[in-house]
């Protein structure tokens, strides 16, 4: 059996680890664009910010690992065409220039994410710069040791990690983002409102609800960031305003989405026979809705790629579907949500309500205790349970996983207030505070 793998992050290493661990015999040869394999940038913040001194650390596997497992590994090696009638691709070696081409009985494109770069003038001035591999990350660093004015464009995970980072650094930072509210994909206002009071006081500007215009710059660097509400100094201006899955490789030849996100089923097969996708070039199915939706999460890429392994020659077992789970660690927050929030839902027409839960989490009596707020959503007619958001200055973030598991079992709101959960003066109260939201729906 000859398996070709297209991309090699977090989808494509899981995906080649578990075929070579399942198909010793198979012949498996990776085409890879970069000379490097499985980089953690989520990761990237904390490399800035100094927690990880070493990026070498963000990687969790190697191409020599890979090979010593008995995949063939062309690094360095950009695919140019790809027929999955015909079963053949054909690529580029970026060292040599030399085009290779090849056959192969099963695909598998693990292709990942781009980030998204808007076609604005002076974009291609020095110091505007991406924020997704190990070069962006080195990039990063090496020229903010020069900036003291820094601008993040987009509110999301990675752009609000950047920001506390360059701010606890002693940079001028600016946040823009088009929505007016940070993190607004994954969080609801009373969250986001902690977060932004939180970066203003440490001093960070918010230009929330503009789009940025254009760059200006001198002597080839960027000096300057102008939006729809006014004009920015910047050193360094770093892009995150989101991804879009790098599929064109296969397109008018598989299932997609509008954005090109590839639809696969629950075996991880696309709607060409023997060819399977797996991590942020795929929709995948979300359980809130029960429909396709793309959620590009590191911890759906590298469940979706061991499948590709476990299904690659029989459906043998399905996947169970997503959540979109997820947390973030802002200054003293420790943060987490699954699933919908209520503004996401309300935004999709769905008649949802919620309830909220503010306490201590822990007895008073213990020599300390930290405030939790805990948020769900649950729908209307059916009181099924559709997501979850927690905050608090303890991490209690797991809490999140439990409520994860609920919407992923279809569990309703009153059902939660029954849970059998353990009570430990040490950790919670007899009441835990997940059985209290449930509680307070009856």
């Not at 085409?31 to 990880?52: H, M, P, R, W």
Request: charged share 20%; proline share 3%.
């Amino acid at each position: 059996m000859k398996i070709a793998v297209i991309g090699c992050t977090h989808a494509g290493t899981a995906a080649v680890t578990n075929i070579a661990s399942l198909y010793p015999e198979a012949e498996i040869t990776v085409y890879e664009k970069n000379d490097t394999v499985s980089f953690l940038s989520c990761g990237i913040a904390l490399y800035v910010g100094g927690v990880v001194d070493d990026a070498q650390k963000l990687f969790y596997s190697s191409p020599e690992q890979l090979e010593n497992l008995g995949a063939k590994m062309n690094l360095k090696h950009e695919v140019l065409s790809v027929d999955t009638e015909k079963k053949t691709l054909r690529a580029r070696n970026l060292v040599t220039n030399e085009e290779v081409f090849d056959t192969f009985d099963k695909l598998v494109m693990t292709t990942g994410s781009w980030p998204i770069i808007p076609n604005l003038e002076g974009r291609e001035l020095e110091n505007v710069v991406m924020c997704k591999n190990y070069s962006h990350a080195n990039a990063i660093i090496e020229k903010a040791k020069d900036a003291q004015n820094v601008v993040v464009v987009g509110a999301g995970y990675i752009g609000i990690e950047l920001v506390e980072a360059f701010e606890m650094n002693g940079k001028n930072v600016t946040l823009i983002d088009t929505t007016e509210r940070v993190l607004n994909k994954y969080l609801d206002s009373e969250y986001t409102e902690v977060i932004e009071k939180d970066l203003q006081e440490r001093g960070v500007r918010l230009a929330l609800g503009q789009t940025v215009t254009k760059f200006e710059g001198s002597n080839g660097k960027v000096t300057k960031v102008l939006t729809t509400e006014g004009e920015y100094e910047a050193d360094l201006v770093i892009m995150c305003i989101g991804f879009r899955p790098n599929t064109d490789l296969l397109k008018g030849q598989v299932e997609m989405l509008s954005n090109g996100a590839i639809i696969v089923d629950e075996y991880m097969r696309t709607s060409k026979p023997d060819v399977f996708a797996a991590g942020d070039s795929c929709a995948i199915h979300y359980n809130p809705t029960g429909e396709h939706a793309y959620i590009p999460l590191a911890t759906n890429a590298v469940r979706m790629g061991t499948l590709v392994a476990k299904n690659l020659v029989k459906p043998s077992l399905r996947y169970m579907g997503t959540q979109g789970t997820s947390g973030i660690k802002i200054y003293d927050n420790n943060i987490a949500t699954t699933g919908l929030t209520e503004a996401s839902a309300e935004s999709m027409g769905m008649n949802v309500k919620s309830v909220t839960i503010t306490d201590n989490y822990r007895p008073e009596f213990m020599p300390d205790f930290e405030q939790v707020t805990l948020k769900v959503v649950y729908e209307e007619e059916t009181d099924r349970i559709l997501g979850a958001q927690i905050m608090s200055k303890a991490d209690l973030t797991q809490s999140i996983n439990t409520l994860s598991v609920c919407i992923q079992n279809k569990m309703t709101i009153e059902q939660l207030g029954f849970v059998d959960f353990f009570f430990q003066p040490h950790y919670n109260k007899p009441w835990n505070f997940l059985n209290q939201a449930g509680l307070q729906t009856l």
